[in-house]
């Protein structure tokens, strides 16, 4: 599990899930649709109580379980709830720190604009920021689950072709990608180009200070979803929301003016 942000959302989870007398299995899917039927299956067999999930796939044999499901900033169908910070605030926060700054020409490094998912609108968001403003955004799909080498050469070809003096990454771990690789180029951060990334992590806060990024409530989060999951398994519907939007921070730090 490479990005801290998870990390840490799956250390707080097994924690709060033993205190309830639960076990944690985890199993990353990488996007492979084939491989997450493969541990659907294996949990169904299992006997498990019930699943967290945060999958990027667009996988419908979740409908085809009893099993209480509880989606983190995914849209999975109709029954299983969805618990996520608020993306199009953390958008609108981040678009609004690079603007007060003076940026005018951003690159937004985004997910998968296809995918029926909440951080959809963290692009959402930073576009309706600067809406008004005399700002000009480009919205790049960054290819997040390929190899080091292959992002950087990604990041760079997009530095070179549209010369950014900010830019937006939507995970704290490639905006740290995207800050090496401007230095690798000859630029300097915050001066010639501002960066700002997504989720602040406990482990970015400590280490990588610096880095300005908008902060995912973890704690909150996990808690929701233990709470949603167990509800579930005890069919407490008057318990169980359909969704659940937690509030987003910035922390500034010295990669924005």
């Known amino acids: 599990m490479l990005n801290p942000f998870y990390a840490e959302l799956a250390n707080i989870l097994e924690t709060k899930l033993f205190g309830f007398n639960y076990k944690l299995i985890l199993c990353n899917s990488m996007e492979d649709s084939s491989k997450e039927r493969y541990y659907l299956r294996m949990l ?75 951080t959809n609108d963290r692009v959402a968001g930073f576009k309706d920021a600067v809406g008004s403003a005399n700002v000009d955004l480009k919205v790049l799909n960054f290819p997040f689950h390929k190899s080091v080498a292959l992002k950087r050469s990604f990041l760079h070809k997009s530095f070179m072709s549209y010369s950014p003096d900010a830019v937006m990454a939507s995970d704290d771990s490639n905006a740290l990608l995207c800050i090496e690789e401007l230095k690798n180029i000859g630029l300097n951060v915050p001066e010639n180009v501002q ?37 579930m398994i005890d069919k407490d519907i008057e318990k169980t929301p359909n969704q659940v939007v937690l509030p987003v921070s910035l922390h500034a730090g010295t990669t924005t003016i």
């Not at 609108?92 to 005018?104: C, D, H």
């Not at 960066?195 to 996990?222: F, H, K, M």
């Open 44 to 118: 169904n067999a299992n006997q498990v109580d019930g699943i967290i999930t945060s999958s990027h796939n667009t996988v419908k044999d979740y409908d085809s379980y009893s099993l209480p499901i509880v989606a983190f900033d995914r849209y999975l169908g109709n029954g299983i709830p969805t618990i996520s910070s608020d993306n199009f605030s953390g958008g609108k926060l981040a678009a609004n720190k690079l603007i007060i700054s003076g940026a005018k020409h951003i690159l937004f490094f985004a997910g998968n604009e296809k995918e029926l998912a909440p």
């Open 195 to 231: 960066v700002i990334g997504y989720d602040g992590s406990t482990w970015i806060r400590n280490y990588c200070s610096e880095l300005t990024t908008i902060v995912q409530p973890i704690a909150d989060i996990a808690d929701v979803l233990v709470e949603t999951l167990l509800n």
